[in-house]
T-cell receptor, first 115, second 115 residues
Framework: AQSVTQLDSQVPVFEEAPVELRCNYS??????LFWYVQYPNQGLQLLLK??????LVKGINGFEAEFNKSQTSFHLRKPSVHISDTAEYFC?????????????FGQGTILTVHP | GAGVSQSPSNKVTEKGKDVELRCDPI?????LYWYRQSLGQGLEFLIY????????KSGLPSDRFSAERTGGSVSTLTIQRTQQEDSAVYLC?????????????FGPGTRLTVL
């Protein structure tokens, strides 16, 4: 079975500073990895996903993530954050095979951007 | 185009009552997922539909929970004899084909409160 650990429950940061949200996963099989964002009172929106190929994945809103198989990590980064990036971020894994599209999520990281 | 819609947006019920939650997926999406988001458990997978059939019901927490999908479109999640621990936000998502790599599009959720 797979699991996802988001190492920080809350990350405060000042506007225009860089940010990294950490995600580690455990799985006995090859996985597909996703980052979703949830703005207040809204549903989840896909930021980016890693399926195969280049380990550096670029997503929407200037976010990127790097897949590291040896460290089983998929950390999310943004070089300069805006107030509008304040939201909760979820890392998720799909184990492939017969798991269909079932996603296993981490506990979420609340990113708060201060002016 | 229209996204995933869910109704009602909020539902308050008394312990022991039955509730029905509705999800309208994006038109043309064959796959539909239900997830539950609660403070204690985070985001959990409940059930997956491909067309009208449910190949994966592994996340349903008890036999009080059931779901159906008719006409390959609208889905209803029913919780019988609700308990306080059922209080959560119930999220519905749909994807085009239901493969492991498809992007899931989430609705805004139904917030269920059991008194």
């Amino acid at each position: 079975a797979q699991s996802v650990t988001q190492l920080d429950s809350q990350v405060p940061v000042f506007e225009e500073a860089p940010v990294e949200l950490r995600c580690n996963y455990s799985s006995s099989v090859s996985v597909y990895l996703f980052w979703y964002v949830q703005y207040p009172n809204q549903g989840l929106q896909l930021l980016l996903k890693y399926l195969s190929g280049s380990t550096l994945v670029k997503g929407i809103n200037g976010f990127e993530a790097e897949f590291n198989k040896s460290q089983t990590s998929f950390h999310l980064r943004k070089p300069s954050v805006h107030i509008s990036d304040t939201a909760e971020y979820f890392c998720a894994v799909n184990a492939g095979g017969t798991s269909y599209g079932k996603l296993t999520f981490g506990q979420g990281t609340i990113l708060t951007v201060h002016p | 185009g229209a996204g995933v819609s869910q109704s009602p947006s909020n539902k308050v019920t008394e312990k022991g009552k039955d509730v029905e939650l509705r999800c309208d997926p994006i038109s043309g999406h064959t796959a539909l997922y239900w997830y539950r988001q609660s403070l204690g458990q985070g985001l959990e997978f409940l059930i997956y539909f491909q067309g009208n059939s449910a190949p994966d019901k592994s996340g349903l927490p008890s036999d009080r929970f059931s779901a159906e999908r008719t006409g390959g479109s609208v889905s209803t999640l029913t919780i019988q004899r609700t308990q306080q621990e059922d209080s959560a936000v119930y999220l519905c998502a749909s994807s085009l084909g239901g493969t492991n790599t498809d992007t899931q599009y989430f609705g805004p959720g139904t917030r269920l409160t059991v008194l």
